[in-house]
């Protein structure tokens, strides 16, 4: 990687997929969590920006292990390094984890939107809670998560005639992204330690304690978002991200790649 480093590579992406041990054995990873701590802390020292592929959830997924996932994005990205991105694991068409749920009958949904109930039920009312609180921060051009990639990115690119951000400039740009990555993991945990401890016919995941949570989240992501505008606005173009998504929602494009249940819409606060 320091030879790789020296001939001009800034930037990794890593398919992390869980930080849980056993997690990583029911997707057949055949590698442990504590590698990708010592990847990441490898491209740290590299002075490197990467992002990461997560799967909070998969299909055998159990409280705990998504309570470890959680500690993980914590340890892995707590400082801010990068951006704190999740979802759950989708049943791709031809592959083994398709074919073992449909052996197991929890294959739903259709071929083009293939959807699954976990084990716990619990854990369904959780992703619910998931989708309606950070679809639009994970799954949607102009959310904080795409935001704070692209800005992280530029951050630490090196290229002949661009000017690089100044130490006080990657600072700030580090600091926001750990509070993003705060305070989502914070609303995560909550609402986890919740959902274990509430009846599952109790669980509201538009009232109540989780809606509050909701409301937490999406209001910091607006401060948040706010902030960026001023990191080098001269520069940095983030405006445009948001401009541009209502063109690439037109044309398909990633905030469209994520199909959402009509029960599922996100709400706004």
């Not at 056993?22 to 802390?41: C, D, F, P, T, Y």
């Not at 293939?114 to 716990?120: A, E, S, T, V």
């Not at 959780?126 to 951050?155: H, K």
Request: charged content about 25%; aromatic content about 12%; overall charge negative.
């Amino acid at each position: 990687m320091a030879r790789l480093a020296e001939a001009g590579l800034t930037h990794v992406y890593m398919g992390v997929e869980n930080g849980d041990d056993q997690g990583l054995a029911n997707m057949n990873k055949r590698m442990k969590a504590s590698v990708h701590i010592e990847a990441g802390e490898i491209l740290r020292s590299l002075d490197m920006s990467f992002d990461f592929g997560f799967m909070l959830l998969e299909p055998y997924s159990t409280i705990e292990i998504v309570r470890n996932n959680i500690g993980f994005l914590d340890r892995y990205v707590g400082d801010g390094w990068t951006v704190a991105g999740f979802c759950r694991t989708l049943p791709y068409a031809g592959t083994p984890l398709k074919a073992q749920l449909e052996t197991e009958g929890r294959m739903l949904g259709t071929p083009f939107e293939p959807d699954y109930n976990f084990l716990d039920s619990r854990l369904d009312r959780f992703y619910d809670w998931i989708l309606l609180t950070f679809y639009e921060r994970n799954f949607t051009n102009s959310g904080l998560n795409e935001v704070m990639r692209r800005l992280n990115f530029d951050a630490r690119l090196r290229l002949p005639n661009r000017r690089k951000f100044g130490p006080s400039e990657r600072a700030t740009v580090q600091r926001i992204t750990a509070e993003c990555n705060g305070h989502a993991l914070y609303c995560l945990k909550s609402a986890l330690d919740y959902v274990e401890a509430t009846p599952l016919d109790e669980i509201d995941i538009r009232g109540g304690y989780l809606a509050k949570l909701t409301a937490h989240e999406k209001t910091q992501e607006r401060r948040l978002l706010a902030e960026v505008g001023a990191v080098d606005a001269g520069r940095f173009t983030w405006r445009q991200y948001l401009e541009s998504d209502q063109e690439f929602r037109s044309l398909g494009g990633f905030a469209n790649a994520w199909t959402l249940a009509p029960q599922d819409l996100p709400v706004t606060t």
